[in-house]
């Protein structure tokens, strides 16, 4: 099931011409060069560069440092994409954005390297966050600029499998490059920026006729709220999204550490199977969203693919709580990869069943970005203090069951959503 992605929030004007295949391909590359210089980093080379700053409780400080960055993705977005919207230059208005923004990841990631304590490492790793939600909003206001709706849906699967794919690379070049940490920083950077200046290079970026809107931080603001009271099914919808959200990022933030700390694999093994079990969750997430997404479509049912699904996840949690060697590890992994699959097919349709306006979905969808940025700054702290349980931070059966049960309560909060069967 494809779903259409409406004009970014701040876009003013809806374009006529339909995107060429250069376009789409360019636009792929840049999604990739953006998400694996800023993804690598949370799936691998932080955890490693936190044994190497406190080789003791390398947990701690992931849990300090990730929350702070994500804080900065949370407001970064809604900022840079306002602020591209108002700006007027000769190259253009997105552009400048796009490059300066993947140009600062850089740079944040060059101090990642020569970080040596805990207040540079989340100072630096704010720097990123910040420059990569600054190259994001604008790519995506540029896609809205160049698309029109009746292609976004194509350009919304090219994001979701650019996304996953950056996932998939960051990790194995993980793998290849363990023992050059500095490299393993920076060659994700520098293919993000090759990449993003591609997209520059081929991609028009017009200026409106209209005078751009005065930029205020009222109308920002308002971009954070939609009254859950008055829209109580959007509001049980945020919920669910949030939570199997967090349920994940409770897991993948320290999943590294996890095959080292509970399952006693040495580093380079760890890294091995830590790759193959996000390849085999993402093949089974991509077969069971192409299934679960034309069956929805066909049943004329979505509350009880994303209940079940939700449900199912946290079950594939649970399971990584007692398992016991690699095999069981990526048996969990498939399960979870079926779950988010079903799910990501049809929880955004379900979103948009239920939107308060969907004449105007560009604000609320907004608001459920928040659901899929706020875990990220909250997860790791919640991780770190079930960790803690009984002393030490190895606890990772009190972190997977916490994270489950989690999980259930966010395929709970699906039930009482009346707008969709």
């Known amino acids: 099931m494809t779903t259409e992605l409406p004009a970014h929030p701040y876009t003013t004007e809806t ?53 702070f960055g994500a804080l900065g993705a949370l407001i970064g977005n809604p900022v840079f994409g306002a602020l591209s919207d108002a700006t007027r230059t000769r190259w253009g208005r997105r552009k400048p954005w796009l490059l300066a923004g993947i140009l600062g990841l850089l740079a944040g990631l060059a101090w990642l390297v020569v970080s040596n304590s805990v207040l540079e490492l989340t100072l630096a790793w704010l720097v990123c966050q910040l420059a990569s939600n600054a190259a994001s909003a604008a ?7 160049n698309v029109p709706e009746n292609q976004r849906g194509r350009g919304s699967s090219i994001f979701a499998l650019a996304q996953n794919v950056s996932i998939l690379a960051g990790i194995y070049g993980a793998v290849l490059l363990a023992d050059n940490l500095p490299l393993l920083f920076l060659l994700p950077g520098v293919i993000g920026v090759v990449l993003v200046a591609i997209y520059v290079f081929v991609t028009p970026d017009r200026l409106p006729d209209v005078e751009p ?10 971009t954070f709220w939609t ?47 830590v790759a193959n079990g996000v390849l085999f969750y993402t093949i089974a997430l991509m077969v069971a969203g192409v299934v679960s997404g034309w069956l929805s479509d066909r049943l004329g049912r979505r509350k009880i693919f994303v209940f079940s699904s939700t449900l ?98 966010g395929a709970l909060v699906v039930l009482p959503i009346r707008g969709v069967r």
């Open 213 to 222: 809107r005065k930029f205020s931080f009222t109308r920002i603001l308002s």
């Open 15 to 67: 374009p006529v011409k339909r995107g060429s295949g250069l376009y789409f391909t360019a636009l792929g590359l840049a999604q990739f060069g953006i998400f694996i210089a800023i993804l690598a980093p949370v799936m691998i080379s932080m955890q490693l560069k936190a044994q190497e700053i406190n080789p003791g409780d390398a947990a701690s400080v992931v849990g300090t440092v990730l929350p």
């Open 139 to 145: 790519l995506i206001a540029s896609f809205a600029d």
């Open 227 to 273: 009254n859950p009271i008055k829209f109580p099914d959007f509001g049980l919808a945020w919920w669910s999204r949030f939570l199997i959200i967090f349920a994940s990022m409770l897991f993948t933030t320290y999943r590294f550490l996890y095959m080292q700390d509970h399952l006693g694999l040495e580093a380079d093994v760890a890294l091995s199977a």
């Open 312 to 409: 199912l996840f946290g079950v594939g949690l649970v399971l990584l709580a007692f398992a016991g060697d690699i095999a069981a590890f990526y048996i969990a992994e498939v399960v979870m990869g079926l779950a988010y699959g079903v799910y990501t097919a049809v929880d955004t349709a379900l979103v948009v069943d239920v939107l308060p306006d969907p004449d105007k979905p560009g604000k609320d969808l907004g608001v459920i970005n928040i659901a899929n940025s706020l875990p990220q700054s909250l997860a790791p702290a919640l991780g770190l203090l079930l960790l803690s349980i009984g002393g030490g931070t190895g606890n990772y059966v009190a972190l997977l069951w916490g994270a489950g049960v989690i999980a259930v309560i």
